[in-house]
């Protein structure tokens, strides 16, 4: 009778909010990623409820940034907003303009734990929007490229270093794509009109790179071209002189060098498995990669920079972290990132090999560059960072790059003109720039 | 014989999918994916099966949407056929209009029903719990299968409810006793299309679960599809845990409706 008494005033007291964790002392986390990924957060997590007694993260984890945008999006809609979420710069714009973001900016200067100058300004700057700082950044990664170091070996390419050009990349890509007879071959797509075969197809391509914007841009930028018709505050994408001649360098990698997989090859198996399968002499990508790529035990890799036109650059990839109005925790939410971008968290992250501190000191510390972890050359990835750029923080810069990364892909691997390519990268994104809330 | 080249055609379309999910989950994680279809992996190992579990929670997932099923499937069931059975005894226009609303209803995207719902549940302080999951069933799950039964109870000859309510039987033991037995291959069907719909909804999970340990199968499917390319078998073998109880309740089904006809 007793035990029977017991359990219905524990049942009384849980489903008051009694029971457990009281509600200012929980934090809730929304965070997308995989398995992996997501095992990290909770290591992150667990650290910070050993570090602080008594505190309660809830992580609550979405799959993928679909995912994440879709619960983010109901639950601020339906009055119940997660205390933190972690967002991309590209993909945050549109809680931005709808004034969903409580702004980090006060708290920050009021922290004991952190300070501005902790951070890479270019990490900062990307969440800042209407003048004031919405978010602080996790991570500053960058655009690079991965090389198959044995490939490099087997065929006697150099390999490449600071400063190669966009023509030393074409030349190398070049001369790293081979038949199944180790010789030199152009691979040639047989669903083009008037395609002909000049010899074995290749089973070996020099370069991979995914036909997005934010992966033309920086050669657009290096080109000393323009993507937007104002860096500031884009109304269109408006690709001039330099950036024309970009974008035919960029579509001269399919049709004219045939250096790059065609399309069907690239549908049937992705760039970073085929990276990993030792068939991919170079492949462009961000410190997503990496984690992947250490998995590989059958030959050496290491990164490069991007090749340079005229002037180095490099595109932001940056996710940070953000309290939503209406939070129920923001003290909490605050506390947690303070640990979490402290040096014991960043730490923490920076061990998965998956991110670039955006704290300077774990950045530039062993706890990144480990000398025992691939890569080798993962200062890389801070040399690139006076040279980053990054996306404009609109509020429907997603649909913005849906739309132009299928118009880049059919004219990648449809050998499209580039001013026929501008023309509808304008005209089909206008609307869109248009409807973005300023 | 036309049955069967129909039978041959369908099971030509949808078997070798399944065999290679089968054969995919059985590859070695960890080694790049192959560029062409490997029925008989080499070495065969169910290492994938064990990653998915520890990985992606499916144990406890797998729970949870049996709990939701379970509870889901024969209340679904229930109301649609009780909704059916009522709507079958309103006179035809009225009965009609019901039809034609339901139709409008089916009509409505469920994304468009997302935020209401939440704002509901959040309001019922059901968020962070599967009863949003479950709640569904109380309306049927679906505007459909209301519509099943009723056109199931309407081709009933119309004298057989008239002798039951001379031997004054109530509606309700009317339902039970003898439409019920009468319509007992469209209950397999609702039953079976009921638990789909339930078993892959993966929106609503989405959208009202939070905490990890509540997840259901979909959810936690959906993290390991984001596992690195090498570790596809991770994946394919969460897809075979996951559609392998579909399955089964299709034979299930499918059985009950042979054993019927072959009753009368």
């Known amino acids: ?438 | 014989m036309w049955r069967r080249w129909g039978a041959v055609a369908v099971v030509a379309v949808f078997l070798p999918p399944l065999v290679l999910l089968v054969s995919g989950s059985l590859h070695r994680p960890g080694l790049p994916p192959p560029t062409t279809p490997d029925l008989l992996p080499d070495p065969v190992t169910a290492e994938g099966y064990r990653l998915a579990a520890e990985l992606g929670g499916l144990t406890r997932a797998t729970l949870n949407s049996l709990l939701v099923c379970a509870i889901a499937v024969p209340s679904s069931v229930l109301v649609a056929s009780m909704a059916g059975f009522a709507m079958a005894r309103l006179p035809r226009r009225v009965a009609g209009a019901v039809a034609a609303l339901s139709m409008v209803a089916l009509m409505v995207p469920a994304v468009a029903l997302l935020v209401p719902k939440f704002a509901m549940f959040r309001l019922m302080g059901l968020t962070d719990t599967l009863a949003p999951l479950v709640a569904p069933a109380l309306i049927a799950t679906s505007p459909l299968f209301p519509l099943v039964y009723y056109l199931a109870f309407r081709a009933v000859p119309r004298e057989l409810y008239e002798a039951c309510a001379m031997e004054d039987l109530t509606p309700l033991r009317t339902w039970w006793r003898v439409g019920m037995p009468l319509v007992r291959p469209v209950t397999a069907g609702v039953g079976a299309l009921t638990f789909v719909l339930t078993w892959s909804n993966f929106l609503d999970p989405l959208v009202f679960l939070y905490d990890r340990e509540l997840f259901t199968l979909p959810l936690a499917l959906r993290s390991l599809a984001t596992l690195d390319a090498a570790d596809f078998p991770v994946f394919l073998a969460g897809a075979v845990l996951a559609t392998a109880p579909a399955l089964v309740v299709f034979v299930v089904a499918h059985r009950d409706v042979r054993q019927w006809r072959g009753v009368r």
Not at chain 1, 159 to 188: F, I, Q, S
């Open chain 1, 1 to 438: 009778m007793m035990r029977a008494r017991a359990l219905i005033a524990a049942a009384v007291l849980a489903a008051a909010g009694c029971g457990g964790t009281p509600p200012e002392r929980a934090v809730s986390l929304l965070v997308f990623g995989d398995p992996h990924e997501l095992a990290a957060y909770r290591s992150l997590e667990a650290a910070y409820e050993r570090a602080d007694p008594g505190t309660d993260v809830r992580l609550v984890e979405a799959g993928d940034r679909k995912d994440l945008i879709t619960r983010l999006s109901t639950s601020i809609a339906g009055g119940k907003p997660p205390d933190l979420f972690l967002m991309n710069y590209r993909f945050y714009g549109q809680f931005a303009a709808r004034d969903a973001i409580d702004p980090a900016g006060p708290l920050l200067a009021s922290s004991r734990q952190l300070r501005e100058q902790d951070f890479y300004p270019q990490a900062m700057a990307a969440f800042q929007f209407g003048g004031k700082q919405l978010c602080m950044p996790q991570n500053i990664s960058s655009l690079v490229v991965y090389y198959n170091r044995d490939l490099f070996r087997k065929y006697r390419v150099a390999e490449p270093g600071a400063g190669w050009t966009w023509d030393d990349m074409v030349a190398t890509a070049t001369a790293l794509t081979r038949d199944a007879n180790g010789d030199v071959v152009k691979g040639v797509d047989f669903d083009q009109p008037g395609a002909a075969p000049t010899g074995p197809p290749p089973v070996e391509y020099g370069l991979a790179v995914s036909p997005e914007l934010v992966r033309l841009a920086p050669f657009v930028w290096s080109n000393e071209g323009k993507v937007f018709d104002d860096a500031t505050e884009p109304s269109r994408i408006a690709l001039d002189g330099p950036a024309l001649e970009a974008l035919q360098n960029f579509i001269d990698l399919r049709g004219r060098h045939g250096v790059v997989p065609t399309d069907q090859e690239a549908e049937s198996q992705d760039d970073e498995a085929r990276f990993a399968a030792g068939t991919l002499g170079m492949l462009m990508s961000s410190r997503r990669s990496t984690t992947t790529f250490r998995a590989i035990d059958g030959f050496d890799w290491d990164v490069a920079p991007l090749p340079v036109y005229r002037t180095p650059a490099t595109v932001l990839h940056s996710d940070a972290y953000c309290i939503p109005r209406g939070a129920p925790n923001k003290t909490g939410a605050w506390r947690f990132v303070e640990f979490a971008l402290g040096k014991g968290g960043a730490e923490i992250m920076a061990a998965t090999g998956r991110t670039v501190p955006s704290n300077k000191a774990v950045a530039e510390s062993p706890s990144f560059l480990d000398p025992n972890a691939k890569p080798r050359n993962a200062k890389v990835f801070l040399d690139s960072i006076p040279t980053i750029r990054a996306a404009p923080t609109l509020s429907t810069w997603p649909e913005i790059e849906d739309v132009a990364n299928d118009i880049l892909e059919n004219a990648l691997y449809y050998n499209q003109p580039p001013a026929e390519v501008a023309r509808r990268l304008d005209e089909q994104t206008a609307p869109l720039f248009a409807r973005a809330r300023p």
